[in-house]
């Protein structure tokens, strides 16, 4: 009787400990996560994966398979060579330590980390924060499903959405892809401040997709920044595409509103087939090879596609040679129109620096 009358407080108050221990635990993850965790129910789960067995898993998948709808999964720095897939799941958010800490890097299959899976879907999975190798010639692969957020990831390969509604790429870096930086087959969504680099296009937008481009640098492309295929409908605003092998191409019945944008050191600034519709405003085209150019064999310059807004003025970039394509505080595309200044990146003053890609 007196052993337990002196183990029964000891263990009360170890389990104690244990519960003011996970909820101040849960209270830090919380606080110290992005915002959108915030908005998570009471029942809702924080799971954290970590190599070096802290948390409760050391494989992504195996948190992902445990996750039910609504939960978050913490990923800690490290490698992980997994074939990683998110399917038949809602609001579920995974967030790595950084993208300079967290790398998938795939396994055996051909794309990294997948979202959704045939016949399933996905729906409001939001990833941030960690880096995706491509494998087999494709990083990230979005099949099904809606509202799917990658924020402040680096794709070393190409995106490609097949029949995926509100897709939302933001913050993030693609780029080295084999083939084309971000794909969109029949699906929506919207790409807001991303850096797209080396590939062989930028964007590709095919079959019946409807994308708004906002905001993107898009450079050192082989050929196209955007191409426009089939029936894709795209608003491109407010964007940077330089040093591409061509601009915008807009394809078959493709249509386009193209607004405030800066196109320069490119083959062909935009190219439209005969079929196409699009409307142009404030866009600066220059040190284009020719600004604008009617698809055909042989093509032919044709400038009355050109916007009645357009200008054909040097852009002012700080220091193009370097890739800074922030405009300089003098340049000449500052307040045309609606717009405080065109392409993606404000004027920079002397107090801000510029980060390279990494």
Known sequence: MSIIRIVMPTIWCFLCVIVVFSLRFTEFVIANSPSEVVTKSSNANVWQVALDGSGQFTLIQEAIDQAKSGDTILIKAGTYPEDVTVHSKDSLMIIGEGMDQVFITGEKRVGSLHIGKWPYGA???TIQGLTVFQHGGLGVGIF??????LKQIHVKGMVFSQQVKNVHIEDCIIGESETTGVAFANSTGTLVGNRIHHNDHGIALGGNSEVTLRHNVISHNL???????DQAKATVIQNTLVRNGGGIAFHGKTEAAVRGNIIGYSTVGLL????SQTALAFNALSDNQDDYVLQGTPQIPSPQRAGKTDVTLAP?????QEDDFH???DSSLLHLGEFSYLGALPPLSPQQSFSPLP
């Open 123 to 125: 729906t409001n999975v």
């Open 144 to 149: 099904n499903g809606s509202g799917v957020h």
């Open 223 to 229: 050929y196209e920044a955007v191409l426009m295929t």
């Open 272 to 275: 439209f087939s005969p079929e």
């Open 316 to 320: 002012g970039f700080v220091n193009p």
């Open 327 to 329: 405009l300089r505080q």
